[in-house]
Structures are given as C-alpha cells and as structure tokens.
C-alpha cells in the first residue's frame, strides 16, 4: 500500500513527526514538502497523510492555499496529524472545515504535542522540558500511527476545561491571526549586529519573504509565522521583539538542509 506524507513544518517537530510516520508505517511511504515543488496525483495513493503544526488554534495559512490543486477523491484514506506547543485548542475542527471547503474530506485527525517554539508567546522551554516532551510524545505517535495504519476513523477531541474554553474562541483567535496579525507580521523582525550575511534566513523562508539587501535580510509581508529564519539563524542574529534571550530551537532528528528552499 503506498502511503503519501505532505507535510509542512518551520522549526522541524512536523517534520520529525512525518519522518516518524514514512519509517514506522507499513508498505511504501513517500515524503512531499509543501508548499508543493512539484505536481502531484493524488490518485496514485490508497493513504494521504497531513502533517502540520498547529497555528493559533487553527492550520498554517500556506498549506489551505495548495488544497484546491490536491483533487483528493472520498475513497482515499486521509488523515490528519497536528503537532502543537501551546495547545491544540479548536485546531483539528478549524482544519477539518477548511480542508472540507476545499474539497478535501478528512477521515481522522490527532493532535501531538512537542516542544513549543512560538517567540511571541516566549519561545522554546529549557533543555529538560524539551527532552521530557520529546520523551512523552513517543506513546502518543504510537498510537496514532496504530490508528493510521488501521484506518480508523474519527477526530481527537480535546481535554480539560483549558482546552474547551480555547477551542470556543479558537475560530476567531485564528481569523484575527490570518487577517490581521500575518500581514504585519514582518515589520517585526529586526537583526542585530551578530548577523554574518550567510543567507540561511533567505534560503529556509517558505513564502520568499525575506530578500537580502546589503548583506542583511528584509522581511516583506507575506509571513506566515514558521519562524524558520529566527530558528535556525546560526548567530541568533533574528529577533522578532525583544528576543535576544529566547532558547533557538529545531527538533533534533532534522536537518537544515531539509529546510533550504533557494539557493544564495
């Protein structure tokens, strides 16, 4: 049975998991980034998995863009896998309804949770909290990949009155977030004086948001809030606000050249 996995990820912890999912999952399973780089059949596969991070209750506003080219018919098994650091809130329902807008019916949803990493809200944690989620998050993938490879359908519902009271203002949460806090988004970047010039930010930003101009890197408006280039800046050099003293984060099981979209 051959298995696609498209996944989307900033900081590596969708990745990670997708990776996780394409070794451990029986039959043939093929990795496809998106935004997508090349064209792709959906018809060819009996499973379409989405591997996705979780942005303010809801789904990264690049992927929803790629749904209506994706022609996924109803026979096909699909299901979706949402990491988040914060909290899952109303994301998975949020998805759900975009994806079917779109044409893309949804067989199932999980939620995982890992290391957070979202600078406005303070970053990554300390070192022993991040091993200690990527610890605890290993039962949990199990068990939604038992669920994938079974076919199970159904939606994860979340827990705790913390986590029903997010998912009833998740909508608007994510519609203020994609209407209004995208777009200004980068004017909030600034670099500092450990900035080498080397480029990295440019060749990881998947919308080509950031352009280099004498050496240092501008940020134009199409952010979508990966926060690939504050991560993986190799002097810290990227700050978005005051966050010199942020811990810099990717998951440790991907690489950066994983993430390099263009060439410098």
Request: glycine letters at 10%; hydrophobic letters at 35%.
């Amino acid at each position: 049975m051959t298995t696609a996995i498209l996944w989307f990820s900033g900081t590596g912890n969708s990745l990670a998991t997708a990776q996780e999912l394409e070794k451990r999952l029986s039959g043939e399973t093929i990795l496809f980034r998106l935004p997508l780089e090349s064209p792709f059949d959906a018809s060819v596969y009996k499973k379409i998995l989405f591997v996705i991070p979780v942005y303010a209750w809801g789904y990264p506003r690049i992927v929803g863009k790629e749904l209506q080219s994706l022609n996924i018919s109803d026979d096909i098994y699909a299901a979706l896998v949402m990491t988040y650091g914060g909290g899952g809130g109303s994301a998975l329902s949020v998805t759900k309804k975009r994806f079917a807008k779109e044409g893309v019916h949804l067989n199932a949803g999980f939620l995982l949770h890992l290391p957070d990493n979202y600078p406005p809200m303070g970053g990554a944690p300390s070192q022993e909290k991040i091993d200690e989620l990527l610890k605890k998050s290993k039962g949990k993938l199990s068990d939604i990949i038992d669920k994938i490879e079974n076919s199970v359908d159904g939606f994860e519902r979340s827990n705790g009155v913390k986590e029903l009271l997010f998912s009833a203002g998740g909508p608007l949460m994510y519609w203020l977030f994609s209407k209004m806090g995208l777009p200004r988004a980068g004017k909030k970047f600034s670099v500092n004086d450990s900035c080498t010039s080397c480029g990295i930010c440019f060749q990881v930003c998947p919308t080509q948001n950031i352009e280099i101009v004498e050496g240092k890197p501008m940020f134009g408006s199409q952010c979508e809030q990966c926060f690939a280039c504050f991560h993986w800046c190799p002097t810290n050099a990227i700050q978005y606000g005051k966050t010199e003293k942020q811990t810099r984060y990717h998951h440790p099981n991907v690489k950066l050249s994983q993430f390099i979209r263009r060439k410098y």
